[in-house]
């Protein structure tokens, strides 16, 4: 299986709420970043946050990181339609490598 | 404005003929990957640059070729298409490949194979 594994698949949201996306990882890291995918579209980073890291914001965004668990949660606040969009978390291999490895994604729908 | 850009965006070719998808980026970038995204499966890496005349394979390199003789430029040849290479192909781009700076991506080549 992946490096990174995003959970849920997809998830379906009112507009005002807030999402929560997991990603789970297997091997240690140097770095996680998350991405966000529209439809068809190429991948926008998020944010990446280091392995020394526990926790980062960034305007309605916060991504924790907790190594011990090899886990990363994205939260997104006060979500709007235009959040609607598929996310993606990236974890670079630690083996020596330049690989960075992307999960299969959380499908985000935000109901206005 | 900084970007990557691929072409074309789409492309609808046969089996066995040889095509080219180009990729360039005007910001510098030392590092520059290759990646194909099939439902269910999120990005497979094909083959990555770490800098000019430097390219390794990703983890799923069978059927394609790179080059990178110049720093702006790293195209993905496919020699001999088959249907199984039918994907949405995205070029990527960094400072280094190290994961210590995001990476900025192209638009996106649809490509189906006949």
């Known amino acids: 299986s992946q490096q990174g594994e995003e959970d849920p698949q997809a998830l379906s949201i009112q507009e005002g709420e807030n999402a929560t996306m997991n990603c789970s990882y297997k091997t240690s890291i140097n770095n996680l970043q998350w991405y966000r995918q529209n439809s068809g579209r190429g991948l926008v980073h998020l944010i990446l946050?280091?392995?020394?890291?526990r926790e980062k914001h960034s305007g309605r965004l916060r991504v924790t990181l907790d190594t011990s668990k090899k886990s990363s949660s994205l939260l997104i606040t006060a979500s709007r339609a235009a959040d609607t969009a598929s996310y993606f978390c990236?974890?670079?291999?630690?083996?020596?490598?330049?690989?960075?490895?992307f999960g299969a994604g959380t499908r985000l729908f935000v109901k206005a | 404005e900084a970007q990557v850009t691929q072409n074309p965006r789409y492309l609808i070719t046969v089996t066995g003929k040889k095509l080219t998808v180009t990729c360039s980026q005007n910001m510098n970038h030392e590092y520059m990957s290759w990646y194909r995204q099939d439902p269910g499966l999120g990005l497979r890496q094909i083959y990555y640059s770490m800098n000019v005349e430097v390219t390794d394979k990703g983890d799923v390199p069978e059927g394609y070729k790179v080059s990178r003789k110049e720093k702006r430029n790293f195209p993905l040849i496919l020699e001999s298409p088959s249907p199984n290479q039918t994907s949405l192909y995205f070029c990527?781009?960094?400072?280094?490949?190290?994961?210590?700076?995001?990476?900025?991506f192209g638009s996106g080549t649809r490509l189906t194979v006949v």
């Open positions: 990527a781009s960094s400072y280094s490949g190290k994961g210590d700076y995001g990476y900025t």
């Open positions: 946050i280091r392995s020394n890291e």
């Open positions: 990236a974890t670079d291999a630690n083996t020596g490598g330049f690989k960075t490895i």
